[in-house]
C-alpha cells in the first residue's frame, strides 16, 4: 500500500489533531522525522546524522499506525506500507525482492516514509526463529537499511508490541536506533481522544468526556473511538423507525430531524 501524503487532504484529512493524549511523544516524533524530512539542512549544519529508524512499541490500538499516517500527510511525504506478517506470508518466496522494491520506490519519491507494521514478525531474535528464510529477510531489511544514503529524507517508522522479541541487529545505531514508547492513556489523554472520536457528532449538551474517561480505565484509543462510534449507533437506532426505507434514500428533512433528535 501507498500513499502520497498530499492525496490525504479532503475529506478524510488527517493532521496532529486527529492524535490525542500523546504531547511529549509526539513532540519528539516531530523532532526526530518531521524536521529532518523538511529541513534537510538543519542536520547538515549540526553535523549530526538525521535518524534513519525510529520504533514505536506500545500495546495494540495505542495509535503507532495513527501517527505513522499523520506524520507522512503532514511532512507531505510519501507513505508506504510493510506489513510484517504478511510480508512473510502472502510473499513467501518473493519477501526480499518485495523489500527491495518498496525501498526503492521509496527512494525514487523520497521525502518518504516507509511504515513496517509488526516488525518483530519480520525481525524476530535470530536465535530463536531459526529459520534460513527468516534469517535471509532480516538481513536483506537490515542491508537495505544500512545502503540508505538518505539524509533524513526516508525514514522508517517500526511498530511492534513486542520489543524484546526483536533481533537486536535491528535496534544498532543507524538502523532503528530511536524509540517512543506508547503506554495505555491516563485519565487526561483518554479525555482527549474521547473528544477528537466525537467531535463531528451532533451531541447532547451534557455529555461530560472527563467523567467518561474516569469511567473507562484500561482503554486504548482503539476503544475509546469505538465506543464513540457504538454511542452513534444507539442515537441513530432511536431515530431508525422514523425512517422510510420503501424510498429507497433519506429525505433531507429526516437527516435534519435526526442530527435534532440525535442531539437531545
Ligand atoms: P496495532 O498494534 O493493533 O497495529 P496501533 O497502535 O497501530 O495498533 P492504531 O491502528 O493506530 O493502533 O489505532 C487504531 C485506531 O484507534 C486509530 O485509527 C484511531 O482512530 C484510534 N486511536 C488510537 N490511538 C489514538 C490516539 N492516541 N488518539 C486518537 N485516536 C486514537
Known amino acids: 500500500a501507498q500513499s502520497r501524503g498530499a492525496t490525504n487532504h479532503g475529506p478524510g484529512i488527517i493532521s496532529y489533531e486527529d492524535i490525542g493524549g500523546l504531547g511529549k511523544e509526539l513532540q519528539r516524533i516531530r523532532e526526530m522525522i518531521e524536521l529532518p524530512l523538511k529541513y534537510p ?64 520506490e521509496a527512494q525514487r519519491q523520497a521525502p518518504s516514509i516507509i511504515f513496517i507494521d509488526e516488525l518483530d514478525a519480520l525481525a524476530p531474535k535470530r536465535a530463536e526463529s531459526g529459520g534460513e528464510v527468516e534469517r535471509r529477510i532480516v538481513g536483506q531489511l537490515l542491508a537495505l537499511m544500512d545502503g540508505l544514503a538518505s539524509r533524513g529524507q526516508i525514514v522508517l517508522i517500526g511498530a511492534t508490541n513486542q520489543p524484546n522479541a526483536l533481533d537486536p541487529a535491528i535496534r544498532r545505531p543507524g538502523r532503528f536506533d530511536r524509540e517512543i514508547a506508547l503506554r495505555v492513556p491516563d485519565v487526561r489523554g483518554r479525555t482527549e481522544i474521547l473528544s477528537i472520536h466525537s467531535r463531528d457528532a451532533a451531541m447532547a449538551n451534557d455529555i461530560d468526556f472527563a467523567r467518561l474517561a474516569q469511567l473507562t480505565p484500561g482503554f486504548v484509543g482503539a476503544d475509546l473511538e469505538a465506543l464513540c462510534r457504538e454511542a452513534a449507533m444507539i442515537a441513530l437506532r432511536r431515530v431508525l423507525p422514523h425512517i422510510d426505507y420503501q424510498r ?9 430531524n435526526m442530527s435534532i433528535t440525535m442531539a437531545d
Open 41 to 104: 539542512a538543519v542536520f547538515d549544519r549540526l553535523g549530526v546524522e538525521p535518524p534513519k529508524g525510529v520504533l514505536l512499541y506500545g500495546p495494540p490500538g495505542t495509535g503507532k499506525t495513527l501517527i505513522a499516517r499523520v506524520v507522512a500527510a503532514e511532512t507531505n511525504a510519501a507513505f508506504f506500507v510493510i506489513n510484517g506478517p504478511e510480508i512473510i506470508n502472502k510473499f513467501y518466496g518473493e519477501s526480499e525482492s518485495r523489500l527491495r522494491s518498496v525501498f526503492q
Open 248 to 256: 429507497g434514500y433519506i429525505p433531507y428533512e429526516t437527516l435534519i
